[in-house]
């Protein structure tokens, strides 16, 4: 009987092809449901046989324990050479942007406590 293995949404595509090969690599029979035309549809990995979920659970935790260490060293080597991005970063790229959202959310903002305070007149 097929078993939900992992859902895909919001996954990196490169994650999501280093689990379809460390499963193809382990000899687990899966296959892959996608977003559909519209993106409404649950895209996830699924097991033929629900006899070989413990396995590719304990197999995709060791990954993702090792993909998280590697995304912290390298994190922590871009900090070391002063190369990580910060927000202030992003500011100076692109300042057009940030002034927008901001602009954007004063007016969410202002229109969503105006009637409050136009009641307390």
């Known amino acids: 009987m097929t078993v939900l293995l992992i859902k895909l949404r919001g996954v990196p595509d490169d994650e999501a092809e280093e689990l379809r090969d460390l499963l193809t690599t382990n000899k687990i029979d899966h296959y892959e449901t996608s977003a559909g035309n519209w993106g409404i549809s649950m895209p996830a990995i699924w097991l033929n ?9 304990l197999l995709i935790e060791e990954y993702q324990a090792e993909r998280f260490a590697r995304a912290r060293d390298e994190y922590e080597q871009l900090k070391k050479e002063g190369k990580h991005r910060t927000i202030l970063d992003e500011v ?3 300042p057009i942007r940030i002034v927008a959202y901001l602009a954007i959310i004063a007016v969410v903002i202002y229109f ?4 409050f305070i136009d009641v307390g007149k």
């Not at 969503?112 to 009637?115: N, Q, V």
């Open 112 to 115: 969503s406590t105006k009637p």
């Open 92 to 94: 100076k790229e692109n």
């Open 49 to 57: 046989d629900s006899n070989q979920l413990q396995k590719a659970k």
